[in-house]
């Protein structure tokens, strides 16, 4: 074996409750409300979608770049120090070194 490939966020690191918080607070900040199980629909959709997407909650006027980008600063801020490690990642990355 040569080469293993991750999908790190959400698989490595235990970043889904961060990210939808920076959501929630970010829509919230630009004077919406959108509750837990709606933000769950974003993490599938890809930018293009999620601009239709917040329209169709929102209404025509909303931003979504601008609600984006605060739920980008928002993650940055959040894991500038640490980025929270899911369990056995460690362990599972050692075992794949001695392969």
Same mark, same amino acid.
């Given at each position: 074996?040569?080469?293993?490939?991750?999908?790190?966020?959400?698989?490595?690191?235990?970043?889904?409750?961060?990210?939808?918080?920076?959501? !929630?607070?970010?829509?919230?900040?630009?004077?919406?409300?959108?509750?837990?199980?709606? @933000?769950?629909?974003? !993490?599938?959709?890809?930018? #293009?979608?999620?601009?239709?997407?917040?329209?169709?909650?929102?209404?025509?006027? @909303?931003?979504?770049?601008?609600?984006?980008?605060? !739920?980008?600063?928002?993650?940055?801020?959040?894991?500038?120090?640490?980025?929270? @490690?899911? #369990?056995? @990642? #460690?362990?599972?990355?050692?075992?794949? !070194?001695?392969?």
């Amino acid at each position: 074996m040569n080469m293993i490939l991750f999908d790190m966020d959400g698989t490595l690191f235990d970043t889904e409750k961060h990210y939808q918080w920076a959501w !929630r607070k970010a829509i919230a900040d630009a004077g919406y409300e959108l509750d837990a199980s709606e @933000v769950l629909k974003l !993490r599938s959709l890809g930018a #293009p979608y999620n601009v239709a997407q917040f329209q169709e909650w929102f209404g025509e006027d @909303v931003d979504y770049h601008a609600i984006r980008q605060e !739920r980008m600063n928002l993650m940055k801020n959040m894991l500038t120090n640490e980025i929270p @490690v899911k #369990p056995q @990642v #460690p362990q599972t990355l050692e075992k794949l !070194r001695q392969m």
